[in-house]
């Protein structure tokens, strides 16, 4: 079982719908990242959590400890959104690598 | 204009000849990383470093070398390239605040060994 499991790992919408994406873990962690790649295969880092909520215009980011999972979510989604979302989680207990998810693949249909 | 920078952008080789994938940063980050993705894997990294001459190794660092003898830069060196290291190597880099902080990655080399 993989450390990091993201869920979907597709998920096709139209736009304008509401987009949630999960990210759970099996190990402690210090903090958790999203990633945004794009079709061209830029990566772009969209938020670094540790604890609570972030948010930054159309995405918001949630993390919840306690149940080790992270939910990554999308208001009033458009074409442009459509990408490979990545959640990577930083461990704890003294480690500073990251371990990634697979990424859910998001295609939003105009 | 922050960025990260990787050279080169193609690459293909044949097994056993040795190559050195470039990296540098202009941000004066302290932590900087290799990791390659590949299909139906994801991403997994290589080798980080948090300061000059500190690195260490990631999930994947069998076949791969790297140093850190500048802040900036942060070169990856396959000293005997096999097939099965053919994939798409991103580097990245990001403040260190006793955790690695947002990471601005570089565009991606794309290598194939033959």
């Known amino acids: 079982k993989n450390e990091v499991e993201q869920s979907p790992q597709n998920l096709t919408a139209q736009e304008g719908e509401f987009i949630t994406i999960n990210c759970s873990y099996s190990?402690?962690?210090?903090?958790l990242h999203w990633l945004q790649q794009h079709p061209g295969g830029g990566i772009v880092s969209l938020f670094m959590?540790?604890?609570g909520k972030k948010k930054h215009g159309r995405l918001i980011a949630t993390i919840n400890i306690q149940e080790k999972h992270s939910s990554l979510h999308i208001t009033a989604s458009h074409p442009r959104d459509s990408a490979v979302y990545i959640c990577a989680v930083r461990r704890g207990g003294g480690a500073d690598g990251l371990t990634f998810g697979k990424g859910t693949h998001l295609i939003i249909q105009p | 204009e922050a960025q990260v920078t990787q050279n080169p952008r193609y690459l293909i080789t044949v097994t056993g000849k040795k190559l050195t994938v470039t990296c540098s940063q202009n941000m004066n980050h302290e932590y900087m990383s290799w990791y390659r993705q590949d299909p139906g894997l994801g991403l997994r990294q290589i080798y980080y470093?948090?300061?000059?001459?500190?690195?260490d190794k990631g999930d994947v660092p069998e076949g791969y070398k790297v140093s850190r003898k500048e802040k900036r830069n942060f070169p990856l060196i396959l000293e005997s390239p096999s097939p099965n290291q053919t994939s798409l190597y991103f580097c990245a880099s990001s403040l260190w605040r006793g955790t690695p902080y947002e990471q601005y990655f570089g565009p991606g080399t794309r290598l194939t060994v033959t």
């Open positions: 470093s948090m300061n000059v001459e500190v690195t």
């Open positions: 959590l540790s604890s």
């Open positions: 190990v402690g962690i210090s903090a």
